[in-house]
């Protein structure tokens, strides 16, 4: 089975959406599209009747709304639903919640047993690079985090921050697909686009597609390809 990703244009570069419940690296320098395409995935599940959770460290449900605010997709409707849980870790609201779930295993245990009690079927995690505030040895624990998750009946998008597509980290090797987006200065003007690097059961090109972004989100062009 496979879902879609909520994002125009995606899907068909990906043989018609994600397979379902495998985690997904979303990577890419700064403001190269990454949180936008990952709230379209996340409102897209909310608009279908799925269980969706939106996992942060570093921001608010309001101020991660107002990130969004210049787009019409429909995020700030679906973020206010009962279909979308949003947790910050770092806060005493986040730290309550996730502790109901176990005291034992840290946040590998208590972040899994929240997903599988709730029967999330999307999910968003942001990012890799917080999550060694929660890890004393970051490399040995987030192999058993990452384990962890794709054990969950659940499609998950885990956020990372990345400037080099060709210099991997664990989660890279761990996850089943890595979708990288590339933002770039080119004959005086920015040049954006989107490439799925693996995508386990999947026929992928590998070739650096053509995003836009308007008032609706982020739009892929599947014909269109960029070169670098």
């Known amino acids: 089975m496979r879902v ?26 700064p403001g190269s599209g990454k949180t936008t395409f ?4 996340i409102t897209e599940g909310a608009r279908n009747g799925e269980n969706c959770l939106y996992v942060t460290m570093h921001e608010s449900k309001d101020e991660l709304i107002h990130d969004m605010s210049n787009f019409d997709f429909g995020f700030e409707k679906v973020m206010r639903s ?15 919640t996730i502790t109901q779930f176990g005291t ?3 946040l590998t245990n208590r972040l899994t047993a929240f997903i599988e009690s709730n029967d999330i079927d999307r999910a968003v995690i942001d990012s890799t690079m917080l999550l060694q505030h929660f890890f004393a040895d970051m ?12 054990q969950t009946d659940t499609t998950i998008l ?11 980290s664990d989660e890279h090797y761990l996850a089943h697909g890595v979708i990288f987006f590339h933002n ?6 920015m040049t954006r686009g989107v490439q799925t690097i693996k995508m386990r059961g999947t026929a992928i090109d590998c070739d650096i597609h053509r995003i836009s972004f308007s008032d609706k989100g982020l739009r892929v062009y599947p014909n269109e390809k960029v070169q670098r």
């Open 38 to 41: 990952s709230s379209q995935f």
């Open 184 to 189: 770039y200065m080119e004959g005086g003007g």
């Open 104 to 106: 034992d295993g840290g």
């Open 139 to 150: 490399s040995e624990e987030i192999t058993g985090f990452l384990s962890s998750l794709k």
């Open 158 to 168: 885990l956020i990372s921050e990345m400037t080099d597509p060709t210099s991997y």
């Open 82 to 96: 009962d279909r979308v849980q949003f947790l910050n870790l770092v806060t005493e609201a986040g730290k309550r």
């Open 4 to 29: 879609s990703s909520g994002v125009p244009g995606f899907d068909e570069i990906v043989e018609g959406g994600l397979p379902a419940n495998r985690l997904y690296v979303v990577s890419g320098p």
